[in-house]
Each structure stands twice: as structure tokens, then as C-alpha cells.
């Protein structure tokens, strides 16, 4: 069974910072891209950032230049430091996982809210 365990989301003011992490664990055959996907009020889910296990990395472009992911391959575990943040960055953060069998694997989420 594969878990995805997300720390780190609350409550912070516009200007401040967070730091999202997600360890995967189980049977998930080393994890190729790791990333992060954010759903915010009334709104679908999008990407916010993801990075393979080779350290290629993708960034949305509204979070370029706030955001920066990281994994510690050994851990199976992403970070998203998150600068700069804005009100609308307001949303559920998800983990997710890919191995390289091509199978998706989400977190439980969790709350990232910017007040202004």
C-alpha cells in the first residue's frame, strides 16, 4: 500500500513563507516525478510544480520565482518552499507521485491559506 503524507500547510500572511513536505512510503517501486498540485476554492486542480528523480523541474507560471521544489531521492520525500506568498495562493495542496510504472498516486492534502 503507498502512502503519501503531506505536512506542513496553515495559515500565514501575504509576504510570508511555508514549507510543504510529502514522504511516500510502500510499495510505490521508487517514485520517478514527485510534485505538488493545488486546488483552490470553486476552482479544478492544477499543477504547481513537479520534479523527476533526475532533478528535471517544472514550475507553473504563476509561482516562478516564489516557489522552489526539492526531494531527497534517499526519502522518497518532496518539498515545496513557498516565498512571496499571495492570497491566491490560497488552496489544498495535494502530493503526488509517479513511479515508473506510470502509476499516480495522491496525498490527502492539505490547507494553505494567505490572508491579506
Known amino acids: 500500500q503507498v502512502q503519501l503524507v503531506e505536512s506542513g500547510g496553515g495559515l500565514v500572511q501575504a509576504g510570508g513563507s511555508l514549507r510543504l513536505s510529502c514522504a511516500a512510503s510502500?510499495?510505490?517501486?521508487?517514485?520517478?516525478?514527485m510534485g505538488w498540485y493545488r486546488q483552490p476554492p470553486g476552482k479544478q486542480r492544477e499543477l504547481v510544480a513537479t520534479?523527476?528523480?533526475?532533478?528535471?523541474?517544472n514550475y507553473a507560471d504563476s509561482v516562478k520565482g516564489r516557489f522552489t521544489i526539492s526531494r531527497d531521492n534517499a526519502k522518497n520525500t518532496v518539498y515545496l518552499q513557498m516565498n512571496s506568498l499571495k492570497p491566491e495562493d490560497t488552496a489544498v495542496y495535494y502530493c503526488?507521485?509517479?513511479?515508473?510504472?506510470?502509476?499516480?498516486?495522491w496525498g490527502q492534502g492539505t490547507q494553505v491559506t494567505v490572508s491579506s
Open positions: 510502500g510499495s510505490i517501486f521508487s517514485p520517478n516525478r
Open positions: 503526488n507521485a509517479v513511479n515508473i510504472l506510470l502509476q499516480a498516486y
Open positions: 520534479i523527476t528523480s533526475g532533478g528535471t523541474i
